[in-house]
């Protein structure tokens, strides 16, 4: 056996030891992605009248890509900045800490009782 063959040989195993990997990782990065927009569209049903509901679901749905793309750009510029690999999880932490602190302290709009007109 030559090392063309060897070399063949480990391509080809290890591709079949990788397929399980290759075959889940579209399921969990559905489920990823899935988890949270059935509950961020039923914030958004209970925080928004019916009128004004279609656009805060547009800016939320068009916030999930923008993001992303933002990401791309901002996570090196602060990488370069704090010169640590860690500064942009520790921006995202302070970012959702912030937001959970917020959500602890906004109340809940279904136990506000509706006002009425005289």
């Known amino acids: 056996m030559g090392p063309g063959r060897l070399e063949h040989l480990h391509r080809t195993v ?10 889940a ?3 969990r990065r559905g489920y990823r992605r899935g988890l949270p927009r059935p509950a961020a569209n039923s914030l ?3 925080l928004f009248p019916p009128v004004r509901r279609s656009r805060a679901v547009a800016v939320l749905q068009f916030g999930i890509p923008v993001g992303t793309i933002l990401a791309f750009f901002t996570t090196g ?11 942009p999880f520790l921006v ?7 937001w959970l602190c917020s ?9 506000v009782p509706p006002t009425t007109c005289p």
Not at 14 to 23: G, S
Not at 77 to 87: E, P, Y
Not at 92 to 98: E, H, K, L
């Open 77 to 87: 510029l602060i990488t370069d900045a704090f010169d640590s690999w860690r500064a």
């Open 25 to 27: 990782h579209p399921l």
């Open 103 to 111: 959500c602890c302290v906004s109340t809940n709009p279904r136990a």
């Open 14 to 23: 290890r591709r079949c030891l990788e397929l399980p990997v290759d075959l």
């Open 92 to 98: 995202a932490a302070v970012r959702v800490s912030s």
């Open 44 to 46: 958004i049903a209970d």
